[in-house]
């Protein structure tokens, strides 16, 4: 090695020593707690971790709501969605729903760690798929500057910095849809038609990255525009799903 790198590598050395040390102060300082229960050691202690509801390991691959006795599921055997598979370990139920309402909703950022890092750890250290980019559901920028955030977007890096997988807005909503809460599926499937479009040209496998899955209708709607453009797999990496 040249003098030019070994100065560059003693400088990295340096900067990571920097960071590490600055971290433990900075835990000593402010010890991290619990969101949920406010006991110290961790963002989120395993007690608040197993109180979150997960779904069973029959499920459905395409819409993981559990299936019939049979292996079929009562939904997907009728219309299969638009996407290939669909990974998310949580229901969207109490108390995991308390704390993605305040995430979203009462500018609790700080739960975005410890939700991300529970979906991680509840998929193992290998991704549950291997897509080439991650691409979060997006926002209308109206409604980013609403609410200062997206939280699809926010899972995704985090995501992908655990999988080293890219993060890619390939797509975006173009029209501001009203909030679908309360809408029936086909009232939601009506409200985003048109909604999205495409920036750029994506891979041919991807994954979605959303928060909660509901109907589908937004999965849906993302995923038509995704196969209009050629791409061959569309996974969905779903915080959780409800039921």
């Not at 991290?32 to 202690?45: F, I, N, Q």
């Not at 997206?150 to 909030?179: C, D, F, K």
């Amino acid at each position: 090695m040249d003098f030019a790198g070994i100065v560059a590598a003693s400088r990295d050395r340096g900067r990571r020593l920097w960071r590490d040390g600055s971290a433990r102060l900075l835990d000593w300082l402010l010890p991290e707690r619990c969101r949920s229960c406010d006991a110290p050691g961790a963002a989120l202690c395993a007690a608040c971790l197993g109180d979150w509801p997960r779904l069973p390991e029959d499920r459905c691959a395409y819409c993981a709501l559990p299936v019939a006795a049979n292996g079929d599921c009562p939904v997907c055997a009728l219309e299969a969605p638009a996407w290939d598979y669909c990974f998310t370990p949580f229901v969207y139920d109490t108390p995991l729903d308390t704390a993605i309402s305040a995430w979203k909703f009462g500018d609790r950022l700080d739960w975005t760690r410890p939700l991300a890092a529970a979906w991680v750890a509840a998929m193992g250290s290998q991704p549950p798929s291997r897509p080439a980019c991650l691409i979060p559901v997006p926002l209308h920028r109206a409604r980013l500057r609403e609410r200062g955030f997206n939280q699809s977007e926010l899972l995704a890096r985090h995501w992908g910095r655990s999988y080293h997988i890219p993060v890619r807005a390939h797509v975006q909503r173009q029209r501001n849809t009203p909030h679908q809460v309360g809408m029936s599926k086909a009232a939601r499937l009506g409200n985003l038609r048109g909604a999205f479009c495409l920036r750029g040209r994506p891979p041919t496998h991807v994954a979605i990255v959303d928060d909660v899955l509901t109907t589908g209708s937004t999965l849906q709607e993302i995923a038509q525009v995704l196969r209009a453009a050629g791409v061959e797999r569309i996974d969905a990496w779903i915080l959780a799903r409800a039921t």
